[in-house]
C-alpha cells in the first residue's frame, strides 16, 4: 500500500521535540570557538544626514575589538534595486533601523554597553513617511531618481482608458489599503562566520536559500562561489523574508576577514521589527464595472507599492498586476503600479508576496459589486468564475492558468459552512437589534506557485547498505519537506522510511539549487527528486537484469519488500537494494537531476470566514474560518494541512490585527513584540478543512505549492466578513486591519452619513 | 538585550532590604517579581545602578484575615491570588483581576506589590485595589506607614514612595459578598488593558482613563442617588483625562469607558 | 556574583555577571540551547521553562534570582528514550513546523496540565496566550495539548 496520501509523523520533530533544533544561535562549532560577536548601530531618525561619528568612546569600551563604518567598507556597491542601498549608511540615512555602524566586542553581554557609546551626530531631514507623501513628492528620498517613483509599469499613472467604463450600469470603485506588516519569523535573523586559514569561507545564515546566498556573498567579497560554503542549520520561519543572504550577512562575513577571527551574529526582536525587510505595503484602487445581472465587463486595478528606503522587490506589484483577475473571466483587465521610496524599511517577500494583495483588491471589490447590485457575494463569483471547460486559461495580464475547479470549491466551502442557515441568523440578528451583529466574508483565489520559472536541483543515492540518501536543493525551514520526500522515495524505490535520509540547506553538499520560496518546494524540489529515482529505477533494473540473467524488460521492482523480481515469478530470484548496489559498485546507483518546469502552477481555493462584531465596542471576534485549499494530490496531509493552518493564522492576523506603523515623522510606533500585534491563540478559532484535489500536468507529481495559498485566500475573506457584519449599519468599507477602533470610526461615520 | 551593568543585592530581611535601599538612595530599585522592571532595563528604559532582590522574603508571600481586613503580602504572586480561597470569599474582585494580568508565565512571577509600586495607569490590579479602598502599607528607616490607595497613584509611574521605603503589604477590607464586575478591553488577551472597568459594589474605577487609576466619581454619585445603572454608567467617562495613541483615541476611551462600565455594573448588580 | 541552579537535576554552578539573565545561563553555563530567544519584552514565550515546577519566561528573570532554585528545560523533561506525553502528542498531532516556538510552548503546556489536567480548547488557547507561534496558527498546538491531557481530540 502506498504510504504517499497517509498521514505520516514527521521524521524533524525527534530532535525538535526532546533537545530543540540547531539554529545559527545554538551553532556549537569548532570553527567558531573565540568567534567575536557582532552588534550593527542603526538609526533612530527617518531621514538625517550624518554630520558626524565619534567611535572612540566605543573603543575604548571593555572588550570591543572594532567598530566599522561606511568609510571602512570595502564591497562594491550591492547588486539590487535602482538605488542601491549602502552596506553601512554614507552620509544619509534614511530609515530608522538602517545599518550606520558594525561593533565587534569579545562577548556578547558586551555588545549592547558599546553600541550605545558610538556617538552619531545627525541633521534631521524631513520624513517621507507614507505613500501620499512619496506621492507629493515635495521631499525627495533619492536625487538620483527622479521624484520618489522608483518603477512605474503598465498603464500606471496616467494611461488608464477614460472610457473603459462607458456602457456599464454599475461601477464600483475603492482605494483599499494592504498595510506593511512585519514578517517577524520566531527566529529573527542569525548568521555566523569563519575564514580557513588558505582563505575559504563558512557562514552558517539563517537562511531560504544558501546557493543564492552563496552566490551574493562570493560576488561582493570578490572570491569564488567555490571558496564560499553557506550552512542554513534548522531555521526558525523565514515567511519570504530570510531569501538569500540580506546585507547584514554579507557585511557579517566581511567583517570576519577584516577582524581576522570568526564572528557571531543574532538580531534582538526590536531589532529585527524595523531592520528586517517588511511585506505587503501597498494601497490599491480597484474599480469594476459590470451589469446589474452580476456580470463584470471592466476591472481596473491601479497598484501603488511602497518599496520603503531603498527598492529591493519591485516584482511585488508586477506579480500583483498579473494576478489581478483572479479567478473570474473578465473580458477586460487593466492594470498599472507604481514603486515609490519612503522613509522606511525596505519592503520585500513576504508570504504571498504580491498575489495577496491582488486578491485583496479584487475580492473585497467584488463584495463592492455585490453590495452595489443588491446581489448576494457568493451569486456574485458564480456568475463570473472561469469554467473548468476553458483550462488552459490565459487571462487577460498574461497569465496562463493550469487547472482549477473555482465554483465548485466555493460550493463545497459553502456546504461545509451551512451557508445558507448563517444567512438567515444573520437576518434574525439584524431584525432583533443584537448588539452583536454576524458577518460572512467570501474570498475566491487563485495564486501563482513555482512563479520564478527557475528549476530545482534532485539528487539520489543508494548505498551499499541499501540505505538511500536524498539531496535537494530546496530549502525546508518547518514545512515538513524532509518527510514529504522519503515519503516519496519511499514509495517509488520500496525503501521504508527509515532507511532515507534527506539532506539540504549545506552548499557543499548540495552544489546547486535555488531553495524555498513561492511555494516552489514540493512541486519542483519534489519532482526533481522523483526524476534522479526515476533514472535509478532504470538503471537498477538493467543491473537487476544482470544479475537474474533476464531481460531488463523483464525485470520488476517488488515495491512492498524492495527487492528486484523476474516479472510474473514471485518464487523466482530477487535481489535487494544492497546487493544491487554492491554489484553495481561506486556511485553507480545515483543519479543527479535539475527539474524545471518552465511554467507555474496555479493553486486556488475558496475561504469563508464567520465573525462577530461588538458593535458597541468595535471588537471583532473570528468565530469560524472553513478553507478549501487546492493545491493537487496531497502527499502527506499532516504537513499540507499544517501549511494551510499557519497560512490562515497569518492572514486572519493581517485582517484583525497586524500593521507596521509610523507617525508623520517616520518613527516606528509598533517596534517591540509588546507594541506588533503578533496574533495569539486566544484571537484564532479552530480552523474548518474542505478537501479537494485537481492535479496539475505541469510536473510528474501532479502538485501544485501550498505555503503560501491559505494566507492568500483568508485575509479577505475575514477582512470581508467584518465589513458584511456592519453593512446593515451602512459601513461600506473599512481598512485592514480591522482594530476595534476602526470598526468603531467606521460605525460613527456611518451614523453621521445616513 | 540585555541590561545595563548594575550590582545585584539580595535582602534577607524587610530591615535589610530597607538599610540596602537607603544605603543606595535614588540609585537602588527593588526587584520582587521583575516583570515590570527587568523588561525596561532590557530595552535600556531604566537603568538602576543597584537592584535589591526581596524575592526571598517569603513572609510577604501570603494573604491573610486580620479583623475586618484581608491583608496581601506584597510579594504574593498574580497566580497565589488567583487561586488564594480567602481572596476569592473576601476579596473576589482582586482574586479574579490577579487571574487576567499578562499570562500564565508572568502571574507565576509577576508581585501585586510589583505592579502597584509601578504605578502603570494601565495596570490592572491598580485600579482594583483602588475600587476595593484599599491602603498600602509601607516600611521605611521610620517604620511603618500607611498609605490610602485613593492617595498612592500620584502620576505615571509616580508614587509618594521614597527611596528607602518598601511596601511589604495591601489591606483591603472584607466585604464578602458584594458583587463584582471587571471589564477590561484589549485587542488581544496578551496586550494592557486600551481601558478597563473594576467594579465592587458601587465603587467603579477605571484603567487607563488618566495617568493613574481613578475613580468615577460621577458614577458612583449617581449611583448612590439612585440612578440606573445605565444612566450612571453613561457618567463614567466625566472628569477623566484620557491619553490619545494611534489604537486609541481619546474619545474612543472615553466611549469604551461608558460602554464597559454599564456592563461591570450588570454584572456585579446581576 | 556566583550562581548555583539545579538544572534538570544536575547542579550547575558558575560565576557570572550580575546582569545575566536566567535564559542565558542555560543556554551558556548550562549548554543547553533547546530553550531559545525570541523577543526582549517577556512577549512570546519561546524561553519558557519551569523554575520550581512553574513556568516562567526565563528571559525576564536574573539567574541571581534562581539562585539555589531548580529549573527544568525541554532538555529535561522526558527520560531515556522515552518522550514526555506533552512531546509525543507535538509530534503526533504536527503541533511544530520550524521548531522555535517549541520547547518554550511544549514547557508551557506542561505548566497549563498541572494546574487543569483536563483543558477544554478554549481553556488550552488561554492557558498559551503568553506563547507565539508564527507557523502552526495554533490549530494543532491546541490539539497537541488536548490530547496529552488524554482527552479524545475533536478536531
Known amino acids: 500500500m502506498s504510504i504517499v496520501g497517509t498521514r505520516v509523523v514527521r521524521v524533524e520533530d525527534g530532535t525538535l521535540i526532546t533537545a530543540g533544533g540547531t539554529y545559527v544561535e545554538d551553532l556549537r562549532e569548532e570553527a567558531l570557538a573565540g568567534a567575536a560577536h557582532a552588534v550593527f548601530v542603526r538609526s533612530p531618525l527617518a531621514h538625517a544626514r550624518i554630520t558626524g561619528i565619534d567611535t572612540s568612546a566605543a573603543l575604548a569600551a571593555p572588550g570591543v575589538l572594532a567598530v566599522f563604518t561606511a568609510s571602512d567598507v570595502d564591497l562594491p556597491a550591492q547588486p539590487a534595486g535602482p538605488v542601491p542601498q549602502p552596506w553601512l549608511a554614507d552620509g544619509v540615512v534614511r530609515y530608522v533601523g538602517e545599518p550606520v555602524a558594525l561593533v565587534l566586542t569579545e562577548r556578547r553581554y558586551q555588545l549592547a554597553d558599546a553600541a550605545e557609546l558610538v556617538d552619531v551626530d545627525y541633521d534631521p531631514l524631513p520624513a517621507v513617511a507614507s505613500i501620499e507623501a512619496a506621492l507629493a513628492g515635495e521631499t525627495v528620498v533619492h536625487a538620483e531618481l527622479d521624484g520618489n517613483v522608483a518603477q512605474a509599469n503598465g498603464l500606471a499613472p496616467d494611461g488608464f482608458d477614460d472610457n473603459a467604463f462607458d456602457g456599464c450600469e454599475v461601477v464600483v470603485e475603492q482605494t483599499i489599503v494592504n498595510q506593511r506588516v512585519a514578517p517577524a519569523p520566531l527566529e529573527a535573523r542569525g548568521s555566523a562566520c569563519a575564514w580557513t586559514a588558505e582563505g575559504r569561507l563558512t557562514c552558517w545564515l539563517s537562511t531560504q536559500n544558501p546557493q543564492i546566498a552563496r552566490m551574493s556573498v562570493a560576488a561582493a567579497l570578490g572570491i569564488g562561489e567555490d571558496e564560499v560554503r553557506i550552512v542554513a542549520p534548522d531555521v526558525g520561519g523565514g515567511f519570504g523574508a530570510k531569501i538569500g543572504a540580506d546585507p547584514e550577512a554579507v557585511l557579517l562575513a566581511w567583517a570576519s576577514r577584516a577582524a581576522g577571527r570568526p564572528v557571531r551574529w543574532a538580531e534582538t526582536r526590536s531589532e529585527n521589527l524595523t531592520a528586517m525587510t517588511h511585506g505587503r505595503a501597498q494601497r490599491n484602487t480597484v474599480t469594476i464595472g459590470g451589469r446589474r445581472d452580476g456580470t463584470v465587463e471592466v476591472v481596473r486595478l491601479d497598484v501603488v507599492q511602497d518599496a520603503g528606503a531603498y527598492p529591493r522587490a519591485l516584482f511585488l506589484p508586477t506579480l500583483t498586476e498579473l494576478m489581478a483577475p483572479g479567478v473570474y473571466r473578465f473580458p477586460r483587465v487593466e492594470t498599472g503600479s507604481r514603486g515609490v521610496v519612503t522613509t522606511t524599511t525596505p519592503v520585500a517577500a513576504y508570504r504571498g508576496a504580491g498575489r495577496p494583495e491582488a486578491t485583496a483588491a479584487i475580492e473585497r471589490g467584488m463584495d463592492l459589486f455585490a453590495a452595489e447590485i443588491g446581489m448576494d457575494p457568493a451569486e456574485v463569483r458564480r456568475v463570473n468564475f472561469i469554467r473548468p471547460d476553458q483550462f488552459p486559461y490565459r487571462t487577460p495580464t498574461g497569465a496562463t492558468y493550469d487547472s482549477g475547479e473555482y465554483a465548485a470549491a466555493l460550493d463545497k466551502v459553502l456546504a461545509a459552512a451551512g451557508y445558507d442557515e448563517l444567512r438567515a441568523e444573520q437576518a434574525a440578528r439584524r431584525s432583533a437589534g443584537e448588539v452583536i451583529a454576524l458577518g460572512l466574508g467570501i474570498a475566491a483565489y487563485v495564486e501563482i506557485t513555482g512563479g520564478d520559472a527557475g528549476g530545482e536541483s534532485g539528487r539520489i543515492d543508494i548505498h551499499r547498505d541499501g540505505s538511500v540518501t536524498a539531496y535537494t536543493g530546496s530549502s525546508p525551514h518547518g514545512q515538513g519537506l524532509a518527510t514529504s520526500l522519503a515519503m516519496l522515495l519511499s514509495d517509488q524505490l520500496g525503501v521504508p522510511m527509515d532507511r532515507i535520509t534527506v539532506r539540504h540547506g549545506d552548499t557543499d553538499e548540495v552544489p546547486r539549487g535555488i531553495g524555498t520560496f513561492g511555494s516552489r518546494s514540493l512541486q519542483l524540489g519534489g519532482s526533481a527528486v522523483r526524476q534522479a529515482a526515476d533514472e535509478v529505477l532504470a538503471r537498477a533494473a538493467g543491473l537487476a537484469a544482470e544479475l537474474v540473467e533476464a531481460a531488463p524488460d523483464d525485470i520488476e521492482l517488488d515495491r512492498e519488500n524492495g527487492q528486484w523480481r523476474v516479472r510474473g515469478a514471485p518464487a523466482g530470484p530477487a535481489i535487494t537494494w544492497a546487493r544491487l548496489a554492491e554489484h553495481a559498485g561506486d556511485d553507480a546507483l545515483s543519479a543527479g537531476v535539475w527539474f524545471s518546469e518552465g511554467t507555474p502552477t496555479f493553486p486556488f481555493g475558496a475561504h469563508l470566514a464567520v465573525v462577530e462584531v461588538d458593535t458597541q465596542t468595535g471588537k471583532v471576534e473570528l468565530r469560524r474560518l472553513v478553507a478549501l485549499d487546492d493545491a493537487g494530490p496531497v502527499v502527506n496531509p499532516l504537513a499540507f494541512e499544517g501549511q494551510r493552518h499557519g497560512g490562515l493564522g497569518q492572514g486572519s492576523a493581517q485582517a484583525l490585527l497586524e500593521v507596521m506603523s509610523y507617525d508623520e515623522d517616520g518613527n516606528p510606533t509598533t517596534a517591540t513584540l509588546a507594541d506588533y500585534s503578533f496574533i495569539s491563540a486566544t484571537e484564532l478559532p479552530d480552523f474548518e478543512l474542505v478537501d479537494m484535489e485537481t492535479p496539475t500536468t505541469r510536473n510528474p507529481l501532479g502538485v501544485k505549492g501550498i505555503g503560501e495559498a491559505a494566507t492568500i485566500g483568508s485575509t479577505p475573506a475575514v477582512h470581508n466578513a467584518v465589513v458584511d457584519a456592519l453593512s446593515h449599519l451602512g459601513v461600506r468599507h473599512l481598512d485592514m486591519p480591522t482594530t476595534p477602533l476602526r470598526v468603531w470610526q467606521a460605525l460613527a461615520r456611518a451614523r453621521k452619513e445616513s | ?270 | 556574583m556566583k550562581v548555583t541552579i539545579e538544572v534538570n537535576g544536575s547542579e550547575v554552578s558558575d560565576e557570572v555577571e550580575d546582569r545575566t539573565l536566567l535564559v542565558h545561563f542555560i543556554r551558556d553555563n548550562a549548554g543547553l540551547t533547546a530553550t531559545n530567544v525570541g523577543c526582549d519584552t517577556t512577549s512570546c514565550g519561546a524561553c519558557t521553562v519551569l523554575l520550581d515546577g512553574e513556568s516562567v519566561k526565563s528571559c525576564t528573570i536574573l539567574a541571581a534570582q534562581a539562585d539555589g532554585h531548580a529549573v527544568t528545560t525541554l532538555e529535561g523533561l522526558s527520560g531515556e528514550g522515552e518522550l514526555h506525553p506533552v512531546q509525543r502528542a507535538f509530534r503526533d498531532q504536527h503541533g511544530l513546523q520550524c521548531g522555535f516556538c517549541t520547547p518554550g510552548m511544549i514547557m508551557a503546556s506542561v505548566s497549563l496540565l498541572a494546574h487543569n489536567p483536563k483543558p477544554t480548547r478554549e481553556e488550552v488557547r488561554h492557558g498559551l496566550e503568553g506563547n507565539l507561534c508564527r507557523c502552526t496558527g495554533y490549530h494543532n498546538i491546541v490539539n497537541a495539548v488536548v490530547d496529552a491531557s488524554g482527552q479524545e481530540v475533536g478536531r
Open chain 2, 1 to 270: 538585550m540585555i541590561p545595563a551593568r548594575f550590582t545585584y543585592l539580595r535582602a534577607a530581611s524587610v530591615d535589610e532590604a530597607v538599610a540596602m535601599l537607603g544605603q543606595y538612595g535614588d540609585e537602588a530599585k527593588v526587584l520582587a517579581g521583575g516583570h515590570s522592571l527587568l523588561p525596561l532595563m532590557k530595552l535600556r528604559l531604566a537603568a538602576p545602578g543597584v537592584l535589591v532582590d526581596i524575592t526571598p522574603l517569603d513572609g510577604l508571600r501570603q494573604v491573610r484575615q486580620e479583623g475586618g481586613d484581608i491583608v496581601i503580602g506584597a510579594l504574593s504572586r498574580f497566580h497565589d491570588l488567583h487561586g488564594d480561597p480567602v481572596l476569592a470569599e473576601h476579596a473576589p474582585l482582586l482574586a479574579h483581576v490577579a487571574g487576567e494580568v499578562g499570562d500564565q508565565q508572568v502571574r507565576h512571577r509577576g508581585t501585586i506589590g510589583g505592579s502597584l509600586v509601578h504605578a502603570d495607569p494601565a495596570a490592572d490590579l491598580s485600579a482594583a485595589v483602588l475600587a476595593c479602598d484599599g491602603a498600602l502599607v509601607v516600611s521605611g528607616p521610620q517604620g511603618r506607614r500607611e498609605i490610602p490607595a485613593a492617595e498612592f497613584f500620584l502620576g505615571p509611574f509616580t508614587t509618594p514612595l521614597e527611596p528607602d521605603e518598601l511596601l511589604t503589604e495591601i489591606r483591603v477590607p472584607a466585604r464578602a459578598g458584594t458583587g463584582w464586575g471587571f471589564e477590561k478591553f484589549r485587542r488581544r488577551a496578551i496586550d494592557w488593558a486600551i481601558v478597563g472597568v473594576a467594579v465592587t459594589g458601587t465603587s467603579v474605577s477605571l484603567i487607563n482613563m488618566a495617568g493613574t487609576p481613578v475613580r468615577a466619581t460621577a458614577t458612583e454619585r449617581a449611583l448612590a442617588e439612585g440612578a440606573s445603572l445605565a444612566d450612571a454608567a453613561a457618567l463614567a467617562a466625566e472628569g477623566t483625562s484620557p491619553v490619545e495613541e494611534p489604537h486609541a483615541s481619546t474619545e474612543y476611551r472615553r466611549h469604551l469607558a461608558r460602554v464597559l462600565t454599564a456592563r461591570a455594573l450588570e454584572r456585579a448588580a446581576g
